[in-house]
C-alpha cells in the first residue's frame, strides 16, 4: 500500500523553490486497537452525532463553533476557514537555521519525511540538501497542517529531509512548576558511587530495533487465548519502594547482580566437568524448581 502524503506544497530557501511532499515518519497500525461493543447484541456502538433537541443530524450538515461565552458560539463554516491565507498553507518558507543542539528536547512533536515531488524541481532540492548537510545546521521553517500553523525544524536524513513539528512555546510547560518542591537532599557519596558502578556496567550503544511493547504484545497474547476460549490472565506485581535503611544494601545487591550478568562465564576445570556429566539426585530435583521460576 503506497503512503499518502500528509502535506503537499513547496520548499522555498530565499529565491531557490521546489515541490515536495511530506510523509509521516511514524505508524501506529500495528499497535492494537478496540471498537465499543454492545455485550447483549455484540454489535459495535455507532457514534451518531446528536442534538439535544433536534436529535440524531448528519455530520455533513454541521458547522464547525468557537465559545465565546457560556452557550455562544461564532460559526464557522468552510468557507470561512479559505478566507484565512498564509504563506505556510502552500509552502515551507526557511527563515532561519540553527544548531540542532540548541533546540531543547521537549519542543520536538511529530517526525515527518519530505521528499521532493517528480519532476524538474529534484535539482533545486538537492541544492538545499547538500547545503544543509555541508553547513551542518538545522532549518527552520513553518508550515499549516490539521488546521494549525506548526514551525517545522528540518534536518538531512540520507537522501531526502526529517522534519520534526515543534511545538509552541505555550505548550510547553516550566520544568520549575514541577521541580520546584523536590526537597534538597544531599546524596550519600558512596552511594552515588556505587550507583555510578551500575550505571557504567549497564552501559550500551542505543538500538530502537529492541524496543517493544510489552503491554501491546501481552493484549495480543490475550486476545489470541480468549479467541480460542481460553481466560488466561498475567499479572505482573509491583514492586515495592526501597526503604531508606536498605538503599545501601539495595544498591550493593544491584552491584553485585548487574556484575554478574555482565561478565563471561568462567571456563570450568576438568574436575568440574567431570562433576557436571553425572549430576547428583540433589541437583536433579532442583532443575524442576529453577523451571517453575522462570515460567
Known sequence: MVARPTWQGHLKLS???????????????AHVSFHLIN???????RMVPTDPDAGPVERSDLVKGYEVSKDEYVLMGEADFDKVKLDSTKTIDIQQFVDGADIDRRYYDSPF???????????????????????????????VMRGRERQLALEVCGKGLIAYSLRAHDEVRAADDFFDDIPAVKADREMVEIAEKIISQKDSKFDPSKF?????????ALIRTKQKGGKGLVEAPEPE??????LMAALRRSLKGSAAGTKPAKKATPKTSAAKKTPTKKAAAKKPAAKKKAA
Not at 455485550?39 to 456502538?45: A, F, Q
Not at 517493544?212 to 495480543?220: F, I, P, Q
Open 15 to 29: 529565491l531557490v523553490t521546489c515541490p515536495v511532499a511530506m510523509f509521516t515518519a511514524t505508524s501506529s497500525t
Open 39 to 45: 455485550p447483549e447484541t455484540n454489535n459495535r456502538i
Open 113 to 143: 519525511y519530505l521528499v521532493p515531488e517528480k519532476g524538474p524541481g529534484g535539482e533545486a532540492f538537492a541544492v538545499i540538501r547538500e547545503a544543509m548537510k555541508e553547513s551542518g545546521k538545522t532549518a527552520i521553517g513553518a508550515v
Open 212 to 220: 517493544r511493547d510489552r503491554y501491546d504484545e501481552a493484549l495480543k
Open 241 to 246: 519502594d526501597t526503604n531508606v535503611i536498605d
